[in-house]
């Protein structure tokens, strides 16, 4: 079974963060990695994960 390419998802996913920080990192990962060969919502979760460590960088500034 052969299911949609992962950018045909991501496009609409781009700006989901816009105006929160992070939301460049998040923009570039998805762009860098959303066709390449078997990308899967791997993608999407490394994302994820990537602005939660700036947005907890943050965080621990502020706190700081």
Known sequence: EQGLKLHRITR???NLYA?????????RHLSEHH?????????IVEALERV????EQARSRAAG
């Open 19 to 27: 105006g929160v920080q992070g939301a460049k990192v998040w923009r």
């Open 12 to 14: 609409h996913m781009v």
């Open 52 to 55: 939660e460590e700036i947005r």
């Open 35 to 43: 066709s390449k060969e078997g990308a899967g919502a791997e993608v």
